[in-house]
C-alpha cells in the first residue's frame, strides 16, 4: 500500500522533498504512469520541482538548462511572472464556461491571432486542446467546405497522436494506429540535404513541385480537399523547404480549389524568427494550426486560424464540431498573456536576431565533430544531423529505426552534463526558450559538444 502524499507535499511539505510519503516520485510514477512513445520498464523518470526562465530544477538541487524548450513550446521559458500572474487573475474569476458563452480573454485572443495571421487574412479561430485537435478539425472542416475527402500530407512530417493526425503524421508513429482514417495520402516535400528526387538543392524546389503535381495527377485533383504541411518541418527532421517551394505549392492548391492546412504548431509564434513561419515566404494560407507557442505550454491550448473566406461558409452552414474546452477561458488568459510577453519583451525580433549567434556556435561543433552531417533552422529552431560518414550521409541511426539506443546515450550524457535535449534517432533540436542569453546557449553548446565527444569512435 502506497503512502498518501499529504497536501503541499514536494519542496513545500517539509521533510525529503523529492518524495511523497515514504515512496519516491519516481517510483511512484514508475507503479502508475504512462508515459507516451516508450516501452515503460526502464525509463529514467528524471524528477522536475520547478523552472525559472530556461532552467529545469530537480528536487535534489541539481539544474538543466531547457534546450528545446521542453518539447519545443516553451518559448517564453519557464514560470515568467506575467503569464502566471494573469493565469492566477482568470482562475479567480472563471476558470471556464462553455463554448456558447463568451468571454473577453477568447475574444481578445482571438482578434489578436487573426492581426497577426499572415496579411491579417485569416479572421476567425477555432479553439482546441491542443495541436493534433486543431488538425482534426480543419481536415474536418476543408472536407465539409469543399465536399471532397481526400489530403495530401508530407511523409516527413507530424500532426500529432490521435487517429486523424497520426494518420497524416508520416514516420513510424503512424504505424500503430494503421489503416487509420482514409483518404490521407502521402508525398515527398523537399529535404535539401537527402533529395528524395536525388537533385542538388537547388532544383529541389521544381523537382519536388513536378513529384506534386503528378501525385494529383494519379489521386484526381478534384478528390483533394486539402494539402496539409509544415512549414518547417519539426520533430520529423528539422527540415527548411527551398524557396519557392511553398509557394508553388500555394499555386498548385489555387489551381485546383484545393485548399492549404499549414501546421504551425511547432514553428509558429516566434520560433523561426516571425510570427508564423510562412511569412517567410509570403504564403497565405487558407488555415493555420497552431498549439505550443501560443501559450508556451502555460495551459494546454490549440486552433485552428481560418482564413475569411472559409469562415464565412460556415455563417449559414453548421460547424460539425465541438470540444468541451475550446475556448477554455484559463486557457485563453494563458495565450493573451504570452501573446504580451511575445510584444514587450521583441522575442519575435529576438529570435531572428538570434539566428546568426545559434547557426555560429552549430557550425563552429560542425567543424569539430565529423558526427554532424547537416546543421539548418531559422530563428531559434536548428536540428542538428549526425551521420556515420560525411561523404556517404549513413545516418548515425536509422530513421524510423527500432532501436534509439545510441541517441538515448548521448542524450543522457548532455542530461548529465546539466542540459536537457530532445533528440530522435540521428537528429538534434536545439530550440532554446526565445529569452536564452548568449552564456546560458554557450553553456548548453559546450555539454553538446563533450556529449559528441564522448560518443564519437
Ligand atoms: C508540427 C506539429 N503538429 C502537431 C503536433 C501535435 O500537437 P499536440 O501534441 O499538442 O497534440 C505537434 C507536436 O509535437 C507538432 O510538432
Redesign the pocket.
Known amino acids: 500500500m502506497t503512502a498518501r502524499p499529504e497536501a503541499g507535499a514536494g519542496t513545500m511539505g517539509g521533510g525529503q522533498p523529492w518524495s511523497i510519503g515514504e515512496v519516491s516520485v519516481r517510483e511512484l510514477t514508475r507503479r502508475h504512469v504512462l508515459v507516451p512513445w516508450a516501452s515503460q520498464a526502464s525509463l529514467p523518470h528524471p524528477v522536475i520541482d520547478h523552472g525559472e526562465g530556461c532552467w529545469l530544477y530537480g528536487p535534489d538541487g541539481n539544474r538543466y538548462l531547457d534546450l528545446s524548450s521542453g518539447?519545443?513550446n516553451v518559448n517564453v521559458g519557464h514560470a515568467h511572472p506575467h503569464v502566471v500572474a494573469a493565469i492566477e487573475r482568470q482562475a479567480r474569476r472563471v476558470a471556464y464556461v462553455v463554448p456558447s458563452f463568451a468571454t473577453d480573454v477568447r475574444a481578445l485572443l482571438a482578434e489578436k491571432l487573426a492581426q497577426y495571421s499572415p496579411q491579417g487574412k485569416l479572421t476567425k479561430v477555432f479553439f482546441t486542446s491542443?495541436?493534433?485537435?486543431?488538425?482534426e478539425n480543419a481536415v474536418k472542416m476543408a472536407r465539409l467546405f469543399t465536399g471532397r475527402h481526400k489530403i495530401l500530407t508530407a511523409y516527413r512530417?507530424?500532426?500529432?497522436?490521435?487517429y486523424g493526425?497520426v494518420t497524416l503524421s508520416g514516420d513510424n508513429r503512424r504505424w500503430a494506429v494503421e489503416p487509420g482514417i482514409p483518404g490521407v495520402v502521402h508525398f515527398f516535400a523537399p529535404y535539401p540535404y537527402r533529395s528524395p528526387f536525388r537533385v542538388p538543392p537547388e532544383e529541389q524546389a521544381v523537382a519536388a513541385l513536378a513529384h506534386l503535381e503528378e501525385v494529383l495527377l494519379y489521386e484526381g485533383p478534384h478528390t483533394v480537399a486539402a494539402m496539409i504541411l509544415?512549414p518547417i518541418v519539426?520533430?520529423d527532421g528539422l527540415i527548411v523547404p527551398p524557396d519557392g517551394y511553398l509557394q508553388g505549392v500555394r499555386q498548385i492548391c489555387d489551381r485546383h480549389g484545393i485548399l492549404l492546412i499549414l501546421?504551425?504548431?511547432?514553428?509558429g509564434f516566434g520560433r523561426t524568427g516571425r510570427w508564423f513561419a510562412a511569412e517567410h515566404w509570403n504564403v497565405v494560407p487558407d488555415m493555420i494550426?497552431l498549439?505550443?507557442g501560443v501559450t508556451a505550454g502555460y495551459v494546454?491550448l490549440?486552433g485552428v486560424l481560418v482564413h475569411s473566406r472559409i469562415a464565412s461558409y460556415f455563417d449559414d452552414h453548421v460547424l460539425w464540431g465541438g470540444l468541451t474546452y475550446s475556448g477554455h477561458a484559463l486557457a485563453c488568459a494563458a495565450g493573451m498573456a504570452t501573446l504580451e510577453v511575445y510584444e514587450q519583451e521583441g522575442l519575435i525580433e529576438r529570435a531572428a536576431r538570434m539566428e546568426a549567434v545559434l547557426r555560429g556556435r552549430l557550425e563552429e561543433l560542425a567543424r569539430r565533430h565529423p558526427i554532424i552531417g547537416d546543421v539548418r533552422g531559422k530563428g531559434l529552431f536548428f536540428g542538428v544531423e549526425l551521420v556515420k560518414d560525411r561523404a556517404t550521409k549513413e545516418p548515425w541511426v536509422p530513421w524510423n529505426s527500432s532501436n534509439s539506443g545510441p541517441t538515448g546515450r548521448l542524450l543522457s550524457i548532455v542530461m548529465q552534463k546539466g542540459v536537457y535535449l530532445f533528440g530522435r534517432w540521428n537528429m538534434l533540436f536545439v530550440a532554446p526558450p526565445l529569452t536564452i542569453r548568449e552564456d546560458e546557449l554557450d553553456f548548453g553548446i559546450r555539454a553538446l559538444d563533450e556529449a559528441l565527444s564522448a560518443v564519437e569512435p
Open positions: 518539447l519545443i491542443g495541436g493534433a485537435e486543431a488538425n512530417s507530424y500532426h500529432g497522436a490521435t493526425a509544415e519539426g520533430s501546421d504551425e504548431v511547432m514553428a494550426t498549439a505550443k494546454p490549440g
